[in-house]
DNA sequence: CCCCCCCC
């Protein structure tokens, strides 16, 4: 049947060239209004039995619609372009044609047609039609029902609310909004193993989660997309597990071989988008941390994409933490993870909108993470948008901040992040899970500078020591690779002092080189050329005073219990911050 | 049928 379409038609259409009265298939009409009275028009589906368009409209005389499946030949259209919510959308009008097929004669779609992207139009530069390519296009995958839902939904207009759908009743359709999806995941375990990946619907009724595995994961992950209006039918209800899902919902559901889900060609602005209950950045102090919020505001900030690996899980973690700044001049970090983390752009500022953040806290300072339920937006067309941009930029980029993830240390809430090293002793810092946090002004008193260099991986986010193979090779453990090269990185052993006391502390590659003055990689090839020279740069940080931003934890060390201290941070002294520590001091001890 | 939501 396919030889009864011009096949590759409408890409080269749509691509500008010359195509001399094509046949195409009419898949789905729907009437829309017309400014004549001298003719119709109609909102087509259209295929040439490799591609197909959503948004063909075609002109007719009065009351001599088309019949679906319908072959018809275009004599007279012209390529176009109108903008709608979702940005500009490449049409086709159809301005004279003439059916060759009645639609009854073939009561089926022909071929299974991909529907054409901006992507396709923009990359195809054949003009034969495509066999395959490795990167899969989003097309409507096949169901086992042929009839569309956009067609009988349009003749029937019978819809399901989503808060209405329950286990007992399968014979529904539902049109809703994807207002999030996840990552597609893996998982592996003794019941075995697959993949899956979920996506949030939400109607004028309520909102539900819907779970898509292994095959129909493959079959839907690239079809739907956020923010997009669906006809979606016949999944499997279930109760939902509260403790992992947190829609307003009893139930969530499954994508089974029966389920329907087909784009709505009229996305009439009927089904709602998200909403938002902004908080104030400020307020987020009075979080509590666990809670979920939703965030407005700047990104100031954004730091790149690290790696690491999870110490719990032993997973492979990316993140990228950005600072976000609202009108109530504060601000707050905001990790992003995953995905979310890779394909976040700061330039320019971006006014960043959060769906479901989770508070969290850190070294005494309220932080923001996303979930992979979290929805992330960046610049979208809201009221509060325009209204925080608008504040930036006039006035918010130069005010100061105060910062909500500022780390104030202190093992309870009622303890100054400042300490003496007397006090650290005295107060047994160090039992805590994490380590307690401090900050002390001291005196650089003795550095070691043996040891102080090692070979690290080249790689840039591990810094792992490498084993030197002695053939010219280095080895990373970590990474598993070996290496021609290496990088020079700092791990400083030095003794620090103040008027109570004198401590041994471990500080790593980014803080020694503001105390040395010099990066790693320069004093470890000062050191390796000229041995008393690299020394001399140790020596010379004796007796220069810093803030010193210190983790003091308890750790094993031959059965033998001791406190280890790491330099998480240093500063220079800032004389009237530190003054006024002193003179809370002094005023503590007049009372 | 997943169910991790992380790190300093």
Redesign the pocket.
């Known amino acids: 049947m396919k030889d009864k379409l011009t096949a590759g038609a409408l890409l080269r259409i749509m691509k500008g060239q010359e195509v001399e009265e094509p046949l195409v298939q009419v898949l789905v009409s729907k009437k829309i209004s017309s400014r004549s009275a001298e003719t119709e028009r109609y909102r087509i589906w259209a295929s040439d039995g490799d591609y197909s368009i959503t948004y063909g409209i075609l002109t007719l005389p009065p009351g001599k619609p088309v019949e679906d499946f319908s072959i018809i030949k275009l004599k007279k259209f012209v390529k176009s372009e109108i903008s709608n919510a979702k940005g500009p959308q490449k049409i086709l009008l159809i301005i004279d044609s003439e059916i060759v097929t009645p639609g009854h004669q073939i009561g089926v779609k022909i071929g299974e047609p991909v529907t054409l992207t901006d992507e396709i139009i923009a990359s195809e530069t054949s003009s034969t039609p495509k066999v395959s390519t490795s990167e899969p296009p989003v097309k409507q995958p096949k169901s086992e029902q042929s009839t569309s839902l956009n067609q009988s939904i349009s003749e029937t207009r019978v819809l399901n609310q989503i808060n209405a759908l329950t286990p007992y009743h399968n014979k529904w359709v539902i049109k809703a909004r994807v207002t999030n999806k996840?990552d597609m995941?893996t998982?592996s375990?003794s019941?075995?193993e697959?993949k899956?990946f979920?996506f949030d619907l939400m109607d004028d009724s309520g909102e539900i989660r819907c779970?898509a595995?292994?095959d129909?994961a493959d079959k839907y992950f690239n079809y739907l997309q956020v923010d997009k209006v669906y006809y979606i039918s016949k999944c499997q209800l279930?109760a939902a597990?509260k403790q992992?899902?947190t829609l307003k919902n009893e139930y969530?559901m499954?994508i089974?071989n029966e389920t329907i889900i087909e784009e709505c060609l009229t996305d009439d602005g009927h089904v709602p988008q998200v909403k938002y209950n902004f908080v104030p950045i400020s307020a987020l102090a009075e979080k509590e941390v666990g809670n979920l919020v939703d965030v407005i505001g700047i990104c100031k900030e954004a730091s790149e994409v690290q790696t690491?690996t999870?110490?719990?899980?032993n997973?492979e973690?990316r993140?990228r933490e950005i600072t976000l700044v609202d009108q109530s001049k504060t601000s707050i970090a905001l990790?992003l993870?995953?995905s979310q983390a890779d394909s976040f752009d700061a330039t320019n500022n971006p006014v960043v909108v959060i769906k479901g953040a989770?508070v969290?806290e850190?070294g005494g300072g309220k932080?923001l993470?996303t979930?992979?339920?979290s929805q992330i937006k960046l610049n979208p067309d809201i009221p509060e948008c325009h209204r925080i941009k608008g504040w930036y930029d006039s006035e918010g980029q130069y005010d100061a901040m105060t910062n909500l993830s500022e780390r104030v240390g202190g093992v309870g809430s009622f303890q100054t992040a400042w300490m003496s090293l007397k006090e650290v002793q005295d107060k047994g810092l160090g039992h805590s899970e994490k380590g307690d946090y401090f900050q002390v002004k001291a005196t650089i008193l003795l550095v070691r500078s043996e040891n102080a260099l090692y070979k690290a991986c080249p790689t840039d986010d591990c810094n792992k020591k490498v084993v030197d193979l002695e053939n010219g090779m280095y080895r990373c453990e970590k990474c598993c690779r070996e290496f021609p090269n290496f990088k020079y990185r700092l791990l400083v052993s030095m003794n620090i002092g103040d008027f109570s006391g004198n401590q041994w502390v471990s500080v790593f590659s980014s803080e020694a080189e503001k105390i040395l003055g010099k990066t790693a990689q320069e004093i470890g090839l000062t050191m390796r050329d000229d041995s008393e020279a690299g020394t001399a740069i140790f020596q010379a940080a004796n007796f220069k005073q810093f803030i010193f931003k210190c983790r003091a934890k308890m750790e094993n060390y031959n059965d033998e219990q001791r406190l280890k201290i790491v330099v998480?941070k240093v500063d220079p002294v800032n004389y009237e911050e530190y003054n006024g520590y002193l003179c809370e001091q002094i005023e503590a001890l007049m009372v």
Not at 310 to 313: E, H, V, Y
């Open positions: 996840s995941r998982w375990n019941r075995g697959g899956l979920s779970t595995f292994r129909m279930k597990n992992f899902n969530e499954t089974g690491f999870s110490k719990s899980t997973r973690l993140k990790t993870w995953g989770k969290g850190f932080n993470s979930l992979m339920s998480v």
